[in-house]
């Protein structure tokens, strides 16, 4: 990792393990904690490790391995969903992009980045606004595509290996948060939420996608097929994990009621103070959960 790439990320990047700060070596080759230096962190191609696969669980080792290994086919292989489902995610996720409002100089960050794809969705809707794109996955082998890609395209990236509920990152870094698909598998999607939500600044932007049929889809033939050959289509957003500190949650399905879009923002600093008094936040967020559960109930 350079030093100049380095000094890019130091303002927000922060060690996960005590939420110290890194220090870079001369090598450019390890980032060490200020605090521990044994918290200390491996550079591969530039790309900071932050998790070692013996400290993965299970699961996550074994989606990893599969990942690294279709690293460089991905991107052919993801089509196999657009045919399957008649539907262009691209152009769906171009969509979905225009639903951020973006500024000069904000920080986006992408969790699960894969190949990088959500973010140039971002950069391709706002070509002229100068954004700091930051990308974190499990897999290694995906962030070297995706390093790889950004490099070619001439656009600034920087990527990180990590978890999705230990991120490498100070408090409220972020101004733009997305992640398009791997929620659903998530073994604590609460405590990962709640890490999203601490690194995303006071009246920023949270959103997710993922697999999960609208309740229209999930009545007709199309959709008990769709769920037949892949269960993932057949879970429901995660509306009730969703933190107290957000507000203005929309809801809605897109590629032909396929996928699940959440799109809120977390509260102000001004309204933050208040939830720490009163809760009605929450209130209010339990409030839409039940009433969008029985309309689900009154589709069935």
Not at 15 to 44: M, Q, R, V, W, Y
Not at 137 to 154: C, N, P, Q, T, W
Request: aromatic share 8%.
């Amino acid at each position: 990792m350079k030093k100049s790439v380095f000094l890019k990320a130091a303002e927000f990047l922060r060690c996960p393990k005590c939420h110290a700060e890194l220090d870079l070596n001369a090598a450019g080759n390890f980032l060490t904690c200020e605090k521990d230096s044994s918290h200390c962190f491996p550079i591969s191609k530039g790309i900071p490790s932050f998790v070692k696969r013996e400290e993965m669980a299970p699961e996550d080792a074994k989606w990893v391995f599969e990942y690294d290994e279709m690293a460089e086919r991905y991107d052919e292989l993801i089509k196999e969903y657009d045919r399957w489902l008649g539907v262009n995610l691209h152009e769906e996720f171009l969509k979905v992009a225009k639903l951020i409002i973006v500024k000069s100089s904000q920080r986006v960050l992408d969790i699960s980045t894969g190949t990088g794809a959500a973010l140039l969705t971002i950069k391709e809707v706002y070509p002229d606004v100068d954004l700091k794109l930051v990308g974190i996955d499990l897999s290694i082998g995906m962030l070297h595509v995706a390093s790889r890609k950004f490099e070619d395209a001439g656009i600034e990236a920087l990527f990180f290996q990590t978890q999705v509920k230990d991120l490498p990152f100070a408090d409220e870094s972020f101004d733009v948060i997305t992640h398009s698909g791997g929620i659903n598998t998530f073994a604590d999607i609460p405590a990962t939420l709640n890490e999203w939500v601490r690194v995303l600044r006071p009246g920023g932007t949270l959103l997710i996608a993922d697999e999960g049929l609208s309740p229209t889809v999930r009545k007709t033939r199309r959709g008990v097929e769709i769920v037949k050959d892949n269960k993932l289509f057949g879970l429901q957003p995660p509306l009730e994990h969703l933190p107290p500190q957000l507000k203005n949650v929309e809801l809605r399905w897109i590629a032909r009621g396929t996928f699940y879009v959440i799109n809120c923002q977390k509260l102000s600093k001004e309204e933050l103070k208040q939830l720490e008094t009163n809760g009605t936040e929450h209130i209010r967020i339990r409030e839409m959960i039940e009433e969008y559960l029985k309309k689900l109930q009154s589709n069935k």
